[in-house]
């Protein structure tokens, strides 16, 4: 992951550079070479996406490929790359912020026992109903018919079981906890107190918010959405269709694999998206 930028582009290696100084660890390595568990552990993953990230701005503002930007959106994470790419703390900054948001995440993991699943084709309204019934939480709206919910792994083994017998289609999850539910509130309580000496700016283009789908600006609003969102669903495609009203003609997906274009697709085929992982995708 990121490895064909880092060598082909000086700004992107300087990126990768900077954030294994702040971190004190081979970022580089891990997200070059592996292995993969070690890579897909929060408190590696979350830093790992945001660098990958940041060093394709870098690469795209290096070779003059970078447009003017008017908004900016992330999924969960990506949603702390945004506010890095507008301006709202510099890299350095995102680098500490994101690598304590993936340890206390990943602490909240270990000491409880959570799990996530996706419920498709349901509406919002069926989802949140059966949400109440097995006590779990919706976590993702990504999609029409595309709705993750999240919480104790026997309840969510619970609600898949049920889902199953429904005639519901259901895919259970391979992930570490249940996030974005009441299970990430001591992680939660920590990021506040983390981010409460870190001064947050204005960001120079419309940003929107997981946690209510709209833009943002005001640094303390900003920093308590960010808050909020770990414990909080994740509303993407209401983020994608403010976005599109506000007049977002083209979507940029900057990460690897690809998801996030294909759900901009299910929402709306009539959207321009583009998916930048690698060097060869900015040279497309």
């Known amino acids: 992951m990121g490895k064909s930028l880092h060598g082909s582009s000086p700004a992107a290696k300087a990126v990768y550079d900077e954030a294994c100084q702040v971190l004190g660890w081979d970022l580089a390595k ?9 890579l897909t552990e929060t408190r ?32 969960s994470l990506g949603e702390v790359t945004a506010y890095a790419a507008a301006g709202v703390f510099d890299f350095a900054t995102g680098v500490r912020i994101v690598a304590e948001r993936g340890r206390l995440m990943q602490g909240a993991c270990e000491r409880s026992k959570g799990a996530m699943a996706a419920i498709i084709g349901q509406a919002r309204d069926s989802v949140d109903g059966f949400c109440r019934e097995f006590d779990v939480e919706a976590a993702n709206f990504n999609t ?25 289609k259901v895919i259970p999850l391979n992930v570490a906890g249940a996030y974005h539910s009441r ?4 992680a939660r309580a920590s990021f506040e107190a983390f981010l409460s ?16 789908g709209k833009a943002i600006a005001e640094p303390e609003a900003i920093k308590k959405a960010l808050v909020r969102q770990v414990v909080s669903p994740v509303l993407w495609e209401d983020c994608m269709r403010s976005a599109a009203a ?10 690897p694999g690809g998801a996030l274009a294909g759900m901009a697709r299910r929402i709306d085929r009539s959207w321009k998206v583009r998916s930048l992982s690698e060097c060869a995708d900015l040279l497309a």
Request: hydrophobic share 45%; aromatic share 8%.
């Open 30 to 38: 891990v997200s070059f070479e592996g292995p993969d568990s070690a």
């Open 44 to 75: 590696v993953c979350q830093p790992a996406l945001f660098v990958h990230g940041m060093s394709i701005v870098a690469a795209l503002r290096e070779q003059g490929k970078l447009p003017p930007i008017e908004f900016g959106l992330g999924l």
């Open 144 to 168: 029409p018919g595309q709705i993750i919910i999240s919480g104790e792994q026997a309840k969510i083994e619970a609600a898949v079981a049920a889902a199953k017998e429904r005639a519901i």
């Open 183 to 186: 299970l990430m509130e001591p």
């Open 197 to 212: 000496d870190i001064p947050f700016r204005e960001p120079r283009f419309r940003v929107f918010t997981n946690t209510t």
């Open 246 to 255: 506000s007049g977002a003609s083209d979507f940029w997906e900057l990460g």
